[in-house]
């Protein structure tokens, strides 16, 4: 993401719009990468009124240690290397459930994205065959699947974020779309050392919740638009 740098993506949390004055409008949407053995991977994105979204929550966090260290593997790609952050937690729905919205702490989240992949895939459960999707939705954390288009759909759509021209001052209109909070160290990290030069590379997690967040179409939506309008018919 060469357009990407802490100097303009990064903010101090308190500075984000919606942090600094809550009385902002803010859509906010939590998107998740379930894993297997390691842990789930979820950032919490606010979306406001110009369009800007800002990534203000991840977990895991840098007080679980670090999701990922550089490294180079013997093809010479730099794909990286687990970091403490992806040690095993042992937790099942239920925890994840509760974790989640323990942070939240009452947050209106408008929608909840997951990779379609992994949502959809079948899992055995005492009751039989079901999914991530539909256990979860089960406990009332109710998911939906991002669109199962190519990576590089998603790439693009993150650097269209990131795109303004630096030449000139930023402005109101000449900004990028796409900020994180210092707070969100494997955030920030991974969009700083992710290469896409492997399917294996241990800094694609986040990337790949920031990509299920744009090709899902993520908006800031209004009370008035999500309202039902009248029509003809007979």
Not at 136 to 163: Q, T, W, Y
Request: with cysteine; glycine share 10%.
């Amino acid at each position: 993401f060469p357009k990407f740098n802490r100097e303009t993506n990064v903010v101090e949390h308190e500075q984000i719009p919606f942090i600094k004055d809550p009385s902002i409008d803010v859509t906010r949407y939590f998107i998740c990468d379930p894993g297997g053995s390691k842990p789930w991977v979820a950032l919490w994105i606010g979306v406001i009124s110009d369009g800007r979204a800002y990534v203000y929550r991840e977990f895991p966090d840098s007080t679980m240690g670090a999701w990922a260290l550089p490294h180079i593997n013997g093809a010479g790609k730099s794909v990286g290397k687990p970091g403490p952050g992806q040690r095993p937690l042992g937790w099942g729905y239920v925890d994840y459930q509760t974790h989640f919205e323990d942070l939240e702490d009452g947050e209106d989240i408008f929608e909840r994205i997951v990779d379609p992949r992994m949502g959809s895939a079948t899992v055995r459960t005492k009751e039989g065959e079901s999914n991530i999707i539909n256990t979860m939705s089960n406990l009332g954390f109710v998911f939906r699947a991002a669109p199962g288009v190519d990576i590089e759909a998603g790439i693009a759509k993150i650097n269209d974020a990131l795109s303004w021209d630096d030449t000139e001052p930023m402005t109101d209109e000449n900004t990028p779309k796409l900020f994180v909070s210092d707070r969100c160290d494997n955030t920030v990290n991974s969009m700083m050392e992710y290469s896409g030069q492997s399917r294996s590379e241990h800094w694609k997690d986040q990337i790949d919740c920031l990509r299920y967040f744009y090709v899902s179409g993520p908006d800031h939506v209004t009370e008035s638009s999500l309202q039902a309008t009248g029509g003809g018919g007979y």
